[in-house]
């Protein structure tokens, strides 16, 4: 079964720092990779996607993420953290074993300090 | 191009009784999925439905069940609710290319 885990539920920045938030999945294959943010009472955005093309993928709001297959890894990052993305973020990964339905890891809740 | 519609979006339910939840995807997905989402567990996958047919099911009691119109809306039907059933409920329909769009969600609260 594919399974993808965050590490860290928490992650606290300063506003303008680097933002890393981390996501390992369990494949033997290359799967579909996606970041989703959500934001309080809301449903879920999707940030980007990977699909088995560029390895580095741009989403919307400055984030992007990159696949290490080698590493089995799909961290998100973006440059400069503002107070708006503040939020919490899910990874998740699909088609593997046929199946397109995707799995979400629990979430890494965001925190920008002033 | 209007996004997911997820209807109502605040419930507050007794135990025992049952709840329907609608959900009205992107025009012209034709696959919707259904979701929960609580504290304790994360997101987990409920149900999916594609062309009126299911064609994939979570590990769910057989108290939770949906289905699909022809026009795409679905909705999740939650009978003999328990005070476990609690969570926000999301629905997602998916494009050709495997991209989710999610709606705001039903927050349910079973008292």
Redesign the interface.
């Given at each position: 079964a594919q399974s993808v885990t965050q590490l860290g539920s928490h992650v606290s920045v300063s506003e303008g720092a680097l933002v890393l938030l981390r996501c390992n999945y369990s494949s033997s294959v290359p799967p579909y990779l996606f970041w989703y943010v959500q934001y309080p009472n809301q449903g879920l955005q999707l940030l980007l996607k990977y699909t088995s093309a560029a390895t580095l993928v741009k989403g919307i709001n400055g984030f992007e993420a990159e696949f290490k297959k080698s590493e089995t890894s799909f961290h998100l990052t973006k440059p400069s953290a503002h107070m708006s993305d503040a939020a919490e973020y899910f990874c998740a990964v699909s088609g593997v074993g046929g199946s397109y339905i995707p799995t979400f890891g629990r979430g890494t809740s965001l925190i920008v300090h002033p | 191009k209007a996004g997911?519609t997820?209807t109502p979006r605040y419930l507050i339910k007794t135990r025992g009784q049952q709840v329907t939840l609608s959900c009205s995807p992107i025009s012209g997905h034709r696959s919707v999925?259904w979701?929960q989402q609580t504290p304790g567990q994360?997101?987990q996958?409920l149900f999916?439905y594609f062309s009126e047919t299911q064609r994939?099911k979570g590990n769910f009691p057989g108290r939770f069940s949906g289905r699909q119109f022809s026009n795409s809306r679905s909705e999740m039907n939650v009978s003999t609710l328990e005070l476990g059933d609690s969570a926000l409920y999301?629905c997602?329909s998916?494009d050709s290319?495997?991209?989710?769009?999610?709606?705001?969600?039903t927050?349910l609260t079973v008292v």
């Open positions: - | 997911v997820q999925s979701y994360g997101l996958f999916e994939n999301l997602a998916r290319n495997y991209g989710y769009t999610f709606g705001s969600g927050r």
